[in-house]
């Protein structure tokens, strides 16, 4: 009898922690990766990728691209992250923010390539399969 008393608390026990456990997580926001592809497209030029995030302070290191050579990172998107982007070659440069809504837009969704070129860095539209012109060297 003892026992039945034990194996029922036990059983409302088990059921109370996952019933609480279940609804908190609901609470929990959703969070989605952010894939990032970066192209060295320049004609027999180095490509030199850096990425920051500011809050919390996230840095991605150099990477060094030869011709033709390709880096690729992904990252969980949350409402302080916000990427940007330093590309240079030789003297010049460009820096930009990679994780805003209109990038993300620019480039149907959250797998983003960017190519670049000696005149300046495209952005491929995944939708549409098409490259897209999005910023002019040294600016």
Same mark, same amino acid.
């Given at each position: 009898?003892?026992?039945?008393?034990?194996?029922?608390?036990? &059983?409302?026990?088990?059921?109370?922690? @996952?019933?609480?456990? @279940? +609804?908190? +997580? %609901?609470?929990?926001?959703?969070?989605?990766?952010?894939?990032?592809?970066?192209?060295?497209?320049?004609?027999?030029?180095?490509?030199?990728?850096?990425?920051?995030?500011?809050?919390?302070?996230?840095?991605?290191?150099?990477?060094? @691209?030869?011709?033709?050579?390709?880096?690729?990172?992904?990252?969980?998107?949350?409402? +302080?992250?916000?990427?940007? &982007?330093?590309?240079?070659?030789?003297? %010049?440069? %460009?820096?930009?923010?990679?994780?805003?809504?209109? %990038?993300?837009?620019?480039?149907?969704?959250?797998?983003?390539?960017?190519?670049?070129?000696?005149?300046?860095?495209?952005?491929?539209?995944?939708?549409?399969?098409?490259?897209?012109?999005?910023?002019?060297?040294?600016?």
């Amino acid at each position: 009898m003892k026992n039945m008393r034990i194996a029922k608390l036990y &059983c409302i026990a088990l059921f109370l922690v @996952l019933a609480f456990g @279940l +609804s908190s +997580s %609901t609470r929990v926001p959703h969070v989605r990766k952010h894939y990032l592809k970066f192209i060295n497209n320049l004609s027999n030029k180095v490509l030199n990728v850096n990425c920051k995030n500011l809050n919390p302070y996230i840095d991605l290191n150099l990477h060094i @691209l030869l011709p033709g050579e390709v880096y690729e990172f992904n990252y969980d998107i949350t409402r +302080s992250m916000n990427f940007s &982007c330093d590309l240079r070659h030789g003297f %010049t440069s %460009t820096v930009f923010s990679i994780g805003d809504k209109a %990038t993300k837009r620019a480039c149907g969704g959250n797998h983003c390539i960017w190519k670049s070129q000696d005149d300046g860095v495209y952005l491929l539209n995944r939708r549409t399969k098409q490259y897209k012109f999005m910023y002019k060297w040294g600016q």
